[in-house]
């Protein structure tokens, strides 16, 4: 019996439906019902060609491409690439894996494949109809590319959001007793999608007041990550534990993103983030609405302004924090292109742009990152008691005292070059929160009324002043013109000591360095005949000329050892060479980085000549060819027993 019997329309109604909405322009060509409905019948198709024995290519093909074709008649070539198509591939999977079609000789080919790293490798037998609903490599390359231009066109004309008013916004709807926007303030305030929000990730405080521990991502299952909050987490836990609580939302737990309750939920949250967002979060180019992705793109652009210390780059920096980094070991992986798609969008407040970057770094403390380890927080946090709600307590109060950095007339920071953009920013801060003030003060005079409330109220604004006035103080000092001279003889006098500082640092990353390489490499107790870097006669006033000439010799060592090594190996495995990149160095062989690139500066002429000798023609693909182990490598260099024995062989 046919499984889609419990449907009551046929393919040919569906299609007819489907041209009808086409020519009328409608936004909505099928209905979730009537897709469901394609994918099955095109299964029962297939099960009962199997049954007959009639599963031939001749027959499947056609079937396939007639499919693909209607799908092409009313959705972009990228949708049906990467949404309708996979629900097909999916259906037929599960098929296969049931038994309800058995594969045969003349439904099916062999399909060779390898793992990216070479580590396994084999022939796969592949049903046909998996292959003809999908789209060739070269349409899936371009369509990439399309998908790619289409990036490059926004981030070029980047969008522009009021900061203020829309965390006001996020705030006021973390109040809802609605599962659907609850959930959009949730998304938005963390930087999760909603289906994690809903039923798939758990979050867990730290230590920071602006960090979670979050498990449980939508598209890959990693291992436990941080993640920023755009307000603090003792605000955020409470509304998330009651969203959890709802019955509705209990309903959906543990589901997945393609289970029918989830996407009827899903659907929902995004009408009700046109209607709460759609006059303050513009539409970009390419999209007809605004919907609760756009709102993760919008956190990455504000946690950048908020906690992006001013040395990090910021795409290294919202990768971590997005969960792009990881593989299902945990392990790093290298920069993540899909970080690029989260750089939509600019900050502004009353219409200047916002272009500091950890602006509350100050306040709460240094985010820790695998790549920057955590140091002491400057200043203390400022923290605001949560009350009782009142009626006409506004969330713009609590945005307020979140967004802006505390200030301590006993602190001092370290100057930097940014000084004259936090003085700018601060400027803007200091004028927003004096308009905050006189609202407040026009609001308490009109609804407030005597007791416990209005003491709040003037706490508050008594608050608010307390920190207009040291802004104001703040900015009046900065900008006189001898403090800000003052400001860049000590500037200058830092950077001096810091150059002296890392001409001592280098000296020893670089013993250290040649130590691990070398003992990596000599087993059997042979010293390496190396030149000892010359010492700084004047640590505080280093010559640059010397010492990188000095510097790039003692560098390129541990890499040297390594290349040599390499090349003893491809003599006797001539089917398995490997070629001499960054990567290879870095990754494999943990050379760090500024060592790598003096070496490839240094060799690259001679490392050209050898990989044409290899027939290394793509050195970028080369040692990801099958046969090649790159574990077998490194203990093949691990055991050689001298920089000298190695280049004899």
Known sequence: MS?????DLTRDEIVARFRQRIANADRTRLTREERELL????????????????????????LCEAEKALLLEGYPAGSVNSVYLPAYTRLLKEALATGQIKLTEQNSFNKAWAKRDSSESGVTQTYYPLKFLTFDLETQNELRGLTAQKNNTRQDSLVTVELDPYLEQCEALLESNEPETLAIALA??????????????????TEHPYKLRFEGQQKDVTPAFDILTLVPVKLLLPHLERFRALPAVQALHGKGHDDPGVTAFNTRVNTRVKKHFADLVPVLEGFKTVSIHRL????????????????????????????????????????????QHYFHYNLSRQGTLLKARGVKVPAAGMIQTPE???????????????????????????????????????????????????????????????????????QLATVAGPGAAAGEWQATIAQLQAENAALREAVAHSAQPEDVSQLQATIAQLQAENAALRAQNTDLEQAQAKLEAFKRLLANGDSPQATPATPSENVSTPEPSTRQTTDSTANTAPAEAIYQAVQAWNQQHPEATFAITQSLLERDFRVPRRFVMDFLSRYQAELDD??????????????????????KLKAFVQQKPSTRETKAA
């Open 3 to 7: 499984t889609a019997t419990r449907f």
């Open 39 to 62: 994918t099955l019948l095109l299964k029962d198709q297939c099960i009962s060609l199997n049954q007959r024995g009639e599963d031939t290519y001749e027959r499947l093909q056609p």
């Open 188 to 205: 938005a305030l963390i930087g999760r999608r909603h289906t994690e929000v809903v039923s798939k990730g758990t979050f867990t405080a």
């Open 296 to 339: 993760r793109a919008l956190y990455g652009a504000i946690a950048i302004h908020f906690f992006c210390p001013e040395h990090k780059n910021e795409h290294r920096f919202l990768q971590h924090y997005l969960g792009h980094l990881l593989d299902e070991q945990g392990q790093s992986l290298p920069n993540a292109a899909a970080t």
């Open 372 to 442: 920057v380890p955590a140091t002491e927080a400057t200043s203390s946090t400022r923290e605001v008691e949560s009350h009782a709600m009142t009626p006409v307590e506004p969330s713009a109060v609590r945005t307020a005292l979140a967004a802006t950095p505390s200030i301590d007339g006993d602190h001092t920071e370290s100057p930097s070059l940014s000084t004259l953009q936090i003085m700018t920013d601060q400027a803007h801060t200091l004028s927003w929160l004096t308009s905050q003030i006189e609202r407040l003060q026009q």
């Open 610 to 631: 050898y990989h044409k000798s290899i027939g290394a023609t793509n050195t970028r693909s080369h040692n990801r060819q099958t046969g090649r182990d790159v574990e």
